[in-house]
């Protein structure tokens, strides 16, 4: 019955995002936002994954992996946000998952020597580096027909590399909080998305993956 109630809650919380509410939305009547209905139509039907991340015929590919990362933006916010609480400096002093990958955050600005932070101040400036990343229209332009930058899959795959980082660190610190709260099959869902989605397009390297590769190996099929 617990376990029933923690997964309607964790449900609840990703339809309608009450707490950590998504960063960036797309307009109606927009090409963006028809593709971004497409897409979660796609995903919602419990069709094949490695299908629904497939380029649907005479769309946009760059639009395609646009709108592709904004959603995964917005879905791995609201998925730490489950977490928070558990993941503090005291618990958390630093950005890694588990004894062999620790990460170190550097933005050129602020920080411009990679530099170690407890896993909540990483995260927080890594969501608000991509929010900014995504709500740069001369990154993502939202005008159909305007044209994407040359440095746009170098910027895409910036932010792919650095948001699969916070499903490392959830991952392997705080997976028994979600199987507490029933969530399991919802972030495992998310996550294989995720996966199937950044190697279709080859926008992660290899060995940015490793971490969880026991793990992938197990669930993506």
């Known amino acids: 019955m617990a376990a029933a109630r923690g997964r309607a809650a964790f449900k609840n919380f990703f339809e309608k995002d009450k707490t950590f509410r998504p960063k960036k939305r797309f307009d109606r009547g927009t090409l963006k936002y028809s593709l971004h209905k497409q897409a979660n139509a796609s995903l919602n039907s ?14 946009d590919a760059n639009d395609w992996v646009a709108v592709h990362v904004v959603d995964f933006f917005n879905r791995i916010n609201l998925l730490y946000g489950t977490v928070c609480e558990n993941c503090t400096e005291q618990s958390c002093p630093t950005m890694c998952g588990g004894p062999r990958y620790e990460y170190h955050w550097c933005d050129g ?45 170098a910027v895409v795959k910036k932010i792919l590399k650095r948001l699969f980082r916070v499903f490392v660190h959830v991952y392997i610190h705080h997976f028994d909080k979600l199987v507490a709260m029933g969530a399991e099959a919802h972030i495992n869902t998310c996550y294989k998305h995720f996966y199937y989605f950044v190697t279709e397009y080859n926008l992660i390297n290899k060995s940015e993956l490793e971490p969880l590769r026991e793990m992938t190996e197990r669930i993506c099929h």
Do not use: C, H, R
């Open 46 to 59: 419990g069709i094949d994954l490695k299908e629904v991340v497939k380029l649907p015929p005479g769309e």
């Open 109 to 153: 600005v602020n920080y411009k020597k990679p530099t170690a932070l407890p896993a909540p101040q990483y995260i927080g400036l890594l969501m608000e580096w991509v929010e900014s990343q995504i709500n740069d229209e001369n990154l993502f332009p939202v005008q159909i027909g305007s044209p994407f930058p040359k440095n746009y899959v």
